[in-house]
């Protein structure tokens, strides 16, 4: 999806995509289905393109819902994602984008550099869903995992490995030293 800049007025310029109804957001989303992650909904971008002459700001808000897989019980359940995300954006002359300086500067400062006149969302809004998804996700933040020993899901029953668990030759060992500190 790219944006002319000259479309814009000056100051917000305020942007909703439903990928149900968008074209290049339903090719998104296609991507990213491609890539593994199954989307349980549409994917909802709110933005605000604000012109600040000579540069651009970008907020906005990516929502949607994917299956992960939890990190402790291994269930597949639905995660809702409700990221705010903020991306500054610098127009540079054309032929000047891969510059050493430049890719240096753009990382100290989070900026992002485009050619011509043309905001290209579409991989802007691919980096963010990535952002978006934790390093893990867990079904619930007090998942109880599944057993080591049996394998079944904690969550879901009990197993009675906890009881036996109490006589290892560890907690043996754990008592003869507390003997002798005595
Ligand atoms: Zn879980
Ligand atoms: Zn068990």
Redesign the pocket.
């Known amino acids: 999806m790219r944006i002319s800049i000259t479309s814009l007025v000056e100051g917000e310029n305020t942007f909703h995509f439903n990928s149900l109804k968008e074209d290049w957001l339903k090719k998104l989303v296609e991507d990213l289905i491609h890539q593994g992650y199954q989307l349980k909904s549409p994917l909802i971008i709110d933005t605000n393109l604000t012109k600040v002459d000579p540069d651009f700001y970008l907020r906005g808000k990516l929502s949607c819902s994917v299956e992960q897989t939890c990190a402790r019980c291994a269930e597949n359940f639905n995660l809702k994602l409700d990221s705010n995300f903020e991306v500054a954006l610098a127009n540079v002359p054309s032929g000047k984008l891969r510059s050493p300086e430049l890719t240096e500067e753009s990382e100290e400062l989070d900026i992002n550099f485009f050619e011509g006149n043309e905001i290209d969302l579409t991989p802007i809004i691919t980096e963010q869903f990535f952002l978006s998804i934790p390093y893990q996700s867990l079904c619930k933040p007090d998942c109880l995992g599944i057993?080591q020993?049996?394998?079944?899901n904690l969550n879901t029953k009990m197993?009675?490995?906890?009881e036996k668990k109490s006589v290892t030759p560890f907690s043996v060992l754990q008592e003869v030293k507390l003997f002798k500190q005595e």
């Open positions: 057993c020993q049996c394998g079944a197993c009675k490995c906890a």
